[in-house]
Nanobody, 130 residues
Framework: QVHLVESGGGLVQAGGSLRLSCAAS????????VGWFRQAPGKEREFVAA????????YYADSVKDRFTISRDNAKNTVYLQMSSLKPEDTGVYYC???????????????????????WGQGTQVTVAS
C-alpha cells in the first residue's frame, strides 16, 4: 500500500507556472506507475499525465502536451507536475494516483484510465485567473 499527498497548488495568473508535488510513503514507490488527474467544478475527473516506474516513459493529455511536464525522483519518493503557460481551463483539483498493475505494454489508453489507479491522494486546488 502507498499513501499519496499532493502539494503546490494555488492561485496563479493566466500564463504563469506552478509545480505540483506528489509525495509517497509506504511500499516501494518505484513499483508504481503514477498519474495526475484533475477535476474542474461540475465536470468529470480527467487524465493529465502519467509516468512509468523509472521515469523513462511519459504520456500526456493533448490539452496539456508541450505545457506540462511530469517527472519523478524515486530517491525522494516524489512525482512532480511542472505546469507552464497556464490557462483558466486548467483550473481544478489535481490528484495524483498510483498504479501497481500498469506496465510499458499496457498502452496509453490504460495509462489514462483512472480505473487502473488504486491509490489516490486528497488533491490540491489549482486556480488560474484570467
Amino acid at each position: 500500500q502507498v499513501h499519496l499527498v499532493e502539494s503546490g497548488g494555488g492561485l496563479v495568473q493566466a500564463g504563469g507556472s506552478l509545480r505540483l508535488s506528489c509525495a509517497a510513503s509506504g511500499r516501494t514507490f518505484s513499483d508504481y506507475y503514477v498519474g495526475w488527474f484533475r477535476q474542474a467544478p461540475g465536470k468529470e475527473r480527467e487524465f493529465v499525465a502519467a509516468i512509468s516506474r523509472r521515469g523513462t516513459s511519459t504520456y500526456y493529455a493533448d490539452s496539456v502536451k508541450d505545457r506540462f511536464t511530469i517527472s519523478r525522483d524515486n530517491a525522494k519518493n516524489t512525482v512532480y507536475l511542472q505546469m507552464s503557460s497556464l490557462k483558466p481551463e486548467d483550473t481544478g483539483v489535481y490528484y495524483c494516483a498510483a498504479s501497481i498493475s500498469l506496465t510499458i505494454y499496457s498502452g496509453t489508453s490504460r495509462w489514462a484510465s483512472s480505473e487502473y489507479y488504486v491509490y489516490w491522494g486528497q488533491g490540491t486546488q489549482v486556480t488560474v485567473a484570467s
